[in-house]
């Protein structure tokens, strides 16, 4: 408890970002949207949807894929690391709701999609998704709390339906991570041509699966330097390989769905939405491909974490574009998010980080596992690479 009230400086800023965030939700509920966000009836889906809604879903992708990796396709090495990975996506998707809440109407009626249905609408499915694989998310991690209190019997029967739990969370989020994409299909006339495409739920999806991935680095990496554990480098650098192969699919799907759409002439106009395009492909796509690629990038620990970023900057623009980007122009108005906007926004990501940093300290999130290499040492593979040794 002495070292939790201890101050630093990032519990400075995390508390004064706590404090205007909490104001902000107050003026939100008792001044309304207009209180203090820069929406109006012709823009009325801004930075909360395009950053705290489907930036949110689709950075907790990694959940899915890495339960996937192991239960489904019985790749056990990387059990290790799936506990931190599957806390990230069910802190996502609490955040998400809790953003659903603030950037709602009428948030006192967002109970009505359980009784109150409509199977016609994208949205149905879009909620019904959220609170089924949320659900699936609590199940899953369950079993850490479970072990730290010694409920055994309780932990007995969730081990039991691991395997079906993994099979209809991986259903979900297929059917949640694309349908985010099909809900701007009802409005082709108003995307940018760049954006739009009857492949939107796939590049969703695909991109989702990608940026998944490169969480678990971005994850790992901070994890290890936080709480000053051992790194499974071995693990991470694997899954840098696989957004390799993701990351290319999905560019070369984006750029054949121009192609076959005679949309490339789209790439050489002098435009806004063109810089901002070639700023998302560029970084979240093409320098993280040539990147991990490399062997020797891929096995350094700090550019593996670099190239994780790239990944996770790129798919941040792509879902901003999708969502702001791409709509502005149609619109006839300008949007810039507010002050407030983007302060729920930061208390948002820093309530997340708060409570995985809680979590960590006084739950079983890390297993002892003896496939792990010290944080202190950089890794490349002098054999492999013939190079100089990089150990530090």
Wanted: one cysteine or more; proline letters at 4%; aromatic letters at 14%.
């Amino acid at each position: 408890m002495e070292r939790l009230l201890k101050p630093t400086f990032w519990k400075v800023v995390g508390t004064v970002i706590f404090v205007l965030g909490l104001y902000t939700i107050y003026l939100r509920f008792t001044g309304g949207l207009a209180a203090v966000t820069n929406l109006n009836d012709h823009f009325p889906w801004g930075l909360w949807i395009g950053f705290d809604i489907l930036c949110g879903v689709g950075m907790a992708a990694g959940g899915f894929t890495l339960c996937a990796i192991v239960y489904i396709f019985n790749i056990k090495k990387f059990k290790p690391i799936i506990r931190p990975t599957i806390l990230t996506a069910f802190l996502g998707y609490l955040l998400v709701i809790l953003a659903l809440l603030i950037d709602l109407g009428r948030p006192w009626a967002i109970w009505h999609a359980i009784i109150m249905w409509n199977p016609r609408s994208v949205m149905f499915e879009v909620a019904w998704c959220v609170m089924l694989y949320t659900t699936v998310l609590f199940l899953e991690f369950s079993p850490v709390i479970l072990e730290r209190f010694k409920v055994e019997k309780l932990l007995k029967i969730i081990r039991g339906i691991t395997i079906p739990l993994v099979i209809l969370g991986i259903l979900l989020s297929t059917l949640h991570q694309s349908s985010l994409g099909a809900l701007y299909l009802i409005v082709p006339s108003k995307m940018h041509p760049l954006w739009y495409s009857t492949n939107l739920p796939w590049f969703f999806y695909l991109s989702a699966i990608g940026v998944g991935c490169a969480m678990i680095i971005f994850e790992s990496y901070l994890s290890a330097k936080a709480f000053k554990k051992n790194l499974e480098f071995d693990l991470v650098s694997d899954v840098g390989r696989w957004i390799v192969v993701v990351m290319s699919a999905y560019l070369t799907w984006r750029f054949m769905d121009l192609l076959l759409n005679d949309k490339l002439n789209l790439l050489f106009v002098n435009s806004i939405e063109t810089y901002l395009f070639w700023l998302e492909i560029i970084i979240g796509a093409i320098i993280p491909i040539i990147l991990l690629a490399q062997p020797r990038i891929r096995l350094n620990r700090v550019g593996l974490f670099v190239s994780a970023c790239f990944v996770i900057g790129g798919f941040l623009l792509n879902r901003l574009n999708v969502s702001v980007t791409s709509l502005q122009a149609s619109s006839g108005v300008s949007y810039f998010p507010s002050v407030y906007e983007i302060i729920i926004t930061l208390f948002l990501v820093t309530l997340g980080v708060t409570i995985f940093n809680l979590a960590v300290q006084y739950l079983p999130v890390y297993e002892k596992t003896k496939e792990t290499i010290p944080i202190e040492f950089e890794v490349i593979s002098d054999d492999e690479l013939k190079t100089e040794p990089a150990t530090k």
